[in-house]
């Protein structure tokens, strides 16, 4: 008897972990809001300095695509070039890999115009990139990191709404 109990609660646990589902990643199709710090490092005709701001981006990411696309804006204090700057773009992206590109407008002692592309490596929350800017016939170079909270802004799918 004793025999049959133990090899009963031996069993048991294996049975009732096989009747577990499997572990399901939660649904990230949507919006999002993603607002946060840009801290970064700028190097200019006039040399290598800080960059301390914020961004804002709204983002839409595609399951199970793993695509996503959005548009951000965002300012920042440029100390190498002792401006403020603000930029408008759009941003596309693939799992972890991302591309942001747009317009740029440096508020220093006159407006001035120009570009921006980065290439990021990105969890959502924290994101390491690289870029280029070219404001007012200046090449600008610059790597940082951007740590943002995000916002789902559109409620998750039900579990019986297909992919």
Do not use: H, Q
């Not at 070039?81 to 220093?108: A, K, N, P, Q, Y």
Request: proline share 5%; glycine share 16%; with cysteine.
């Amino acid at each position: 008897m004793r025999l049959a109990l133990a090899a009963l609660l031996l069993l048991a646990p294996a049975a009732s972990a096989a009747d577990e589902p499997p572990v399901r990643f939660p649904d990230l199709v949507g919006w999002y809001l993603l607002a946060g710090v840009d801290l970064g490092v700028v190097d200019s005709d006039d040399g290598a300095d800080g960059l301390v701001g914020g961004e804002i981006s709204a983002v839409r990411y595609r399951d199970p695509s793993n695509l996503w696309s959005g548009a951000y804006v965002d300012g920042a204090c440029d100390l190498a070039r002792d401006t403020w700057r603000t930029g408008v773009g759009g941003e596309v992206g693939w799992m972890i890999l991302g591309l942001d590109g747009g317009l740029e407008l440096s508020l220093g002692d006159e407006t001035e115009v120009g570009i921006r592309v980065r290439a990021a490596i990105t969890t959502g929350v924290l994101a390491a990139y690289g870029g280029y800017e070219r404001v007012a016939g200046e090449d600008i170079g610059g790597v940082g990191l951007l740590l943002k909270w995000p916002l789902r802004i559109t409620p998750r799918r039900p579990i019986w709404f297909g992919r």
